[in-house]
């Protein structure tokens, strides 16, 4: 993967995570996870840097509104 599709892929996460917190989509329509995924594979140290606030995203996360 290159550097241009990986910063195109943290943006993407970046951006759905800030859809999820305003709660325009859902955590499982999202699609998040695939991506994180993705990452991953990726780029590990990358991966490591967005974990934190996508695990602080989804203990927040409201299920029930």
Do not use: C, H, W
């Amino acid at each position: 993967m290159t550097e241009r599709e990986l910063i195109k892929l943290e943006a993407t996460i970046r951006n759905k995570m800030a859809e999820i917190k305003a709660q325009r989509i859902t955590l499982k329509d999202s699609g998040i996870g695939a991506l994180m995924n993705s990452l991953k594979r990726a780029d590990e140290a990358l991966y490591e840097k967005i974990l934190p606030e996508y695990k602080q995203m989804v203990a927040n996360f409201n299920l029930f509104k």
